[in-house]
């Protein structure tokens, strides 16, 4: 079995333990994209078998989110899990909320929270801060390509929809907006509606998938997540050092600029990722191989 699943997490499951059912009713290698923390829910792209040679060819790896910002204290996981340390102050009002959003749009710089899977000598973050060690991390840009105010909910939230570049964390922009406002705040809520090529529209929940057993019919094609790259159908006589992964003449595809990536095929076989290198193509991923 070789490609995706698009998967909708439930809340209170770890991406790893999705992955772990994936496992056992498939028997073969299976990863996923894009973690999502345990509380949080939505697509969550997994990979079969030979799929899980893709995730770094991915041409597309923005994420849209629906979220509830609690002006209700900041916390330190800045999540509703966490402990709060700064305790509540006001709640904005609409206007003032609406005020900041355009600093938090575009190029911004982001430190990652403190409870985060990224790792410090080899030790995830999280870890780190649960020994009660402290944790100093590094801001990074990231993007926001969108940011738009949503109803109010209850006596202190109100919702959000973002669309972000990968590596944005959604938590830490509740946070950040809190902090703006002199307003302390954490998410309180989070679900992931679309990773790149997966939409939710169109993802099937763990109760389904174990109820099915066999995976067959869910399992979406190895291109899925990569119709954005252009497509090299190579003549018949290329096909078996296409399947080799062998380097093939850039004559093959003189439009493409150097390190681009292409899809490559053998009529409706896709054999791989490929780039420009100089005067080849270079293999960056072969599907075709044990």
Known sequence: MNG???????PGMS??????????????RVGHAGTLDPEASGVLPIMVGRATR??????????????EIAFAGATDTQDAQGTIIEPRQSVPE?????????????????????YSALKKDGVPLYALA?????????????????????????????MLSIDCGSGTYIRTLCHDIGQALNAPAHMRFLLRTRHGAFSIENAVTVEEIMVAGNLEKYLLPLDFPLGALPVLQLPESFWKLGRNGGKLPVELMPELNEKERCRVYADKEILGVAHKD???????VGLTGG
């Open 4 to 10: 995706f699943i698009n998967l909708l997490k439930p």
């Open 15 to 28: 991406s790893g333990a999705v992955v772990a059912i994936v496992k056992r009713l498939t028997g073969e």
């Open 54 to 67: 893709l995730l770094d060819c991915f041409p597309d790896h923005s994420k849209s989110y629906v979220a």
């Open 94 to 114: 609409r206007e003032e909320i609406l005020a900041v959003l355009p600093q938090f749009r575009g190029k911004i710089m982001q430190r990652p929270p403190a």
């Open 130 to 158: 649960r020994q009660g060690k402290a944790v100093e991390t590094q801001a990074r840009e990231t993007v926001i390509n969108q940011l738009e105010l949503g109803g109010r909910t209850g006596q202190d939230g109100y």
């Open 278 to 284: 100089g005067d080849i193509l270079r293999f960056d």
